[in-house]
């Protein structure tokens, strides 16, 4: 099974896309965690995707349409949770030919729906484990024991340089100017299925997983 998740920034992609893994056995495809990998080079192309990474617009179709197919070249058995990609019609299309030429198809595009205001509380306040990559947020996610983390018990954990208020309505911007032609799109292939991001982390895993099973 293969599926995207698709939201605004801080709608819970990650948090979701990680629960989802572990209840399914797919692998979750993350073009944001590939690129801040690929940022840490020292190269001229990590540092000019470094620098529109922290001003929060998109990275070009061409990079990140490359990595996903560097990665679904490998034998992911249980499928492939796309989080964070597609952002772009083309980014779409591209998807869309990848998976035919592998004889896959795309079986649900999840749609995280969560207010504006929300997502600005939520992006600012989160940080997560540097061993791991479990995400928490200051308020609403914290560790059980202060600093250790729940997953793995590690103690070093990180903010991103993007997650500032600044950053973040740049990010809002490129969603609402780019991603979000995708709803319409991926609604007229008959494979969206919205979902209420507002709810508890738990319940929403839930709503998805069900989603997932009936599919
Ligand atoms: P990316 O890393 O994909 O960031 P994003 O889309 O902005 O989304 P986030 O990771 O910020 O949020 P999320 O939806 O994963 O939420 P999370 O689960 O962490 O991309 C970063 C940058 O890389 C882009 O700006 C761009 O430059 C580049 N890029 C990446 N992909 C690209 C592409 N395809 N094309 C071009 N450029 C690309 O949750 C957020 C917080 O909320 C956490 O603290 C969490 O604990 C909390 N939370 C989650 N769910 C809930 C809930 N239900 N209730 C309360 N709190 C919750
Ligand atoms: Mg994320």
Not at 142 to 156: I, L, M, R
Request: some cysteine; glycine content about 10%.
């Amino acid at each position: 099974m293969n599926i995207i998740l698709l939201g605004p920034p801080g709608s819970g992609k990650g948090t979701q896309a990680m629960r989802l893994v572990g209840e399914f056995d797919m692998t979750q495809l993350s073009t944001g965690d590939m690129l801040r990998s690929a940022r840490k080079s020292t190269t001229g192309v990590g540092q000019r995707v470094a620098a529109v990474m922290d001003r929060g617009d998109l990275v070009t179709d061409e990079i990140v349409i490359s990595l996903i197919e560097e990665r679904l070249s490998d034998d992911l058995k249980g499928g492939a949770i796309f989080d964070g990609f597609p952002r772009t019609l083309a980014q779409a299309d591209a998807l869309g030919a990848l998976l035919d030429r592998m004889g896959q198809r795309l079986d649900r595009v999840i749609e995280i729906k969560v207010d504006d205001e929300a997502l600005v509380r939520r992006v600012t306040g989160r940080f997560t484990c540097a061993q791991c990559g479990e995400v928490y947020h200051d308020e609403t996610r914290k560790p059980v024991v202060a600093g250790v983390c729940d997953v793995c018990g590690g103690s070093d954990f990180s903010r991103r340089a993007d997650d500032n208020e600044v950053s973040f309505r740049t990010r809002l911007l490129a969603y609402y100017r780019d991603t979000a032609p995708l709803i319409g799109y991926y609604h007229a292939h008959r494979k969206l299925v919205p979902v209420d991001g507002l709810a508890p982390i738990g319940e929403i895993q839930e709503e998805i997983a069900s989603i997932l099973r009936r599919s």
